[in-house]
């Protein structure tokens, strides 16, 4: 036989099996074997491990964190506030100077009401609002009732007489105003109104 005849034989055989002439016999990848798995299982439980307590430090570091600002905010929140309050301070130590230096009443009544103008005014800017309830029905989430007179002029359940001023926080209350109400025309002993 010739090399021709051999080369076409082997092409024919390959043909007819279907399988590619030059390729070699695909070997599969090998399983790892048992100590190769568990290792990489620790391998991966470390790396896990190592993530946990780096997440675990940054949840620490965030509430420590989070804790300062809170301190310093505590701590500086009324800073503007103060600020504004300073000039008032100053202004009260004039009127005192000024109160030494001269006898008329009336200029420092006038001084001292302009400064308590000025320090209501101030106060207002940063949300503070007074709760003057004079003549309104009482309401117990805003005023405080310390007493309950008879009164023919005002109308039984409302505020005849405040006290002590309330005041609200930027609508929450912060001080509730102490008040006198009224509980109606005064009653005999028989009920007849007086």
């Given at each position: 036989?010739?090399?021709?005849?051999?080369?076409?034989?082997?092409?024919?055989?390959?043909?007819?099996?279907?399988?590619p002439?030059?390729?070699?016999?695909?070997?599969?990848?090998?399983?790892?074997?048992p100590?190769?798995?568990?290792?990489?299982?620790?391998?991966?439980?470390?790396?896990?491990?190592?993530?946990?307590?780096?997440?675990?430090?940054?949840?620490?570091?965030?509430?420590?964190?989070?804790?300062?600002?809170?301190?310093?905010?505590?701590?500086?929140?009324?800073?503007?506030?103060?600020?504004?309050?300073?000039?008032?301070?100053?202004?009260?130590?004039?009127?005192?100077?000024?109160?030494?230096?001269?006898?008329?009443?009336?200029?420092?009544?006038?001084?001292?009401?302009?400064?308590?103008?000025?320090?209501?005014?101030?106060?207002?800017?940063?949300?503070l609002?007074?709760?003057?309830?004079?003549?309104?029905?009482?309401?117990?989430?805003?005023?405080?009732?310390?007493?309950?007179?008879?009164?023919?002029?005002?109308?039984?359940?409302?505020?005849?007489?405040?006290?002590?001023?309330?005041?609200?926080?930027?609508?929450r209350?912060?001080?509730?105003?102490?008040?006198?109400?009224?509980?109606?025309?005064?009653?005999?002993?028989?009920g007849?109104?007086?």
């Amino acid at each position: 036989m010739s090399d021709n005849t051999q080369t076409e034989t082997k092409n024919t055989t390959a043909a007819a099996s279907g399988a590619p002439e030059a390729s070699a016999p695909a070997n599969p990848a090998p399983a790892p074997s048992p100590e190769e798995q568990i290792a990489a299982a620790k391998k991966e439980a470390a790396a896990s491990h190592e993530r946990y307590l780096r997440a675990v430090a940054d949840l620490e570091n965030y509430r420590k964190r989070t804790i300062r600002e809170k301190d310093e905010l505590r701590q500086f929140a009324a800073s503007s506030v103060v600020e504004d309050i300073i000039p008032i301070l100053d202004n009260l130590s004039l009127g005192v100077a000024a109160a030494k230096q001269q006898a008329d009443g009336k200029s420092i009544i006038d001084g001292v009401t302009m400064v308590l103008e000025q320090f209501k005014s101030t106060l207002a800017r940063h949300g503070l609002k007074e709760v003057n309830p004079t003549g309104q029905a009482f309401d117990h989430n805003l005023h405080e009732c310390i007493a309950h007179q008879p009164s023919a002029d005002v109308a039984e359940e409302k505020v005849m007489q405040v006290v002590r001023l309330g005041y609200t926080l930027n609508g929450r209350l912060v001080r509730p105003a102490s008040v006198i109400v009224s509980s109606g025309p005064a009653k005999s002993a028989e009920g007849v109104v007086i």
